[in-house]
């Protein structure tokens, strides 16, 4: 079975421009998770999207969006590009089976390094 | 709100040795699930083993096994016959309701 998949692997944007990630998370998996990694904050967590709904949201500004269409393929989009947001950003697919949520590990992709400058 | 501390930035262990690398969490819930996941240079982050609260026995996957101390809340990772391909960073992570909180992150160096 393929891994969660995500694509462009990088990319180099000047400040003010907007950026559009995407991601394929492993077959059957319904849930989709970004997380941004930077030196200075580590891992941290963006939003999750299941059922095209977004399920929650990590404590970053509006900038930031995000959206999961029916095949449960996710975009993540960041407007108004700002030095400190360059960073790996990784998408994780987990299967989300109802009562499970808790137990489910997720699986993540090689992730997109983005580069503002 | 849950948080988890890797108390070790670096690590370092001989080709073929033992290695523990801690980690300690707070939470206020009985049910939940621990993670060690690993971050070669490629970036790719990798699940090495997962334990599971409700479960008393640690978890063990071949070469890696982890000591989990439920009411000391502390969940360390044993890597014995350690090899060059285990360096890498490692961070431990506690699944939440709906996201995971990571550590900071311990780098393991290999020396052969």
């Known amino acids: 079975k393929a891994g969660v998949t995500q694509t462009p692997r990088y990319l180099i944007k000047t400040r003010g421009q907007q950026v559009t990630l995407s991601c394929s998370p492993i077959?059957?998996?319904?849930?989709v998770s970004w997380y941004q990694q930077t030196p200075g904050q580590g891992l941290q967590f963006l939003f999750e999207y299941f059922s095209e709904t977004q399920r929650n949201k990590g404590n970053f500004p509006g900038r930031f969006s995000g959206r999961q269409f029916s095949n449960s393929r996710s975009e993540m989009n960041v407007s108004t590009l700002e030095l400190g947001d360059s960073a790996l950003y990784l998408c994780?697919?987990?299967?989300?089976?109802?009562?499970?949520?808790?137990?489910?590990?997720?699986?993540f992709g090689p992730g997109t390094r983005l580069l503002v400058l | 709100a849950q948080t988890v501390t890797q108390s070790q930035p670096e690590m370092s262990v001989q080709e073929a040795e033992t290695v523990t690398l801690s980690c300690t969490y707070d939470?206020?819930?009985?049910?939940?699930?621990l993670f060690w996941y690993k971050q070669p240079p490629s970036r790719q982050m990798i699940l090495v083993i997962r334990?599971?609260?409700?479960?008393?026995q640690n978890a063990t996957e071949n070469r890696f096994s982890v000591n989990f101390q439920k009411a000391a809340k502390s969940f360390s990772l044993k890597i014995s016959d350690s090899q060059l391909g285990d360096a890498a960073m490692y961070f431990c992570a506690y699944r939440s309701a709906r996201k995971l909180i990571f550590g900071t992150g311990t780098r393991l160096q290999v020396f052969p």
């Open positions: 334990q599971e609260a409700y479960k008393q």
């Open positions: 077959s059957g998996h319904r849930s």
């Open positions: 939470t206020s819930e009985s049910d939940y699930y």
């Open positions: 994780a697919s987990s299967l989300r089976l109802a009562g499970r949520m808790n137990q489910e590990t997720q699986y």
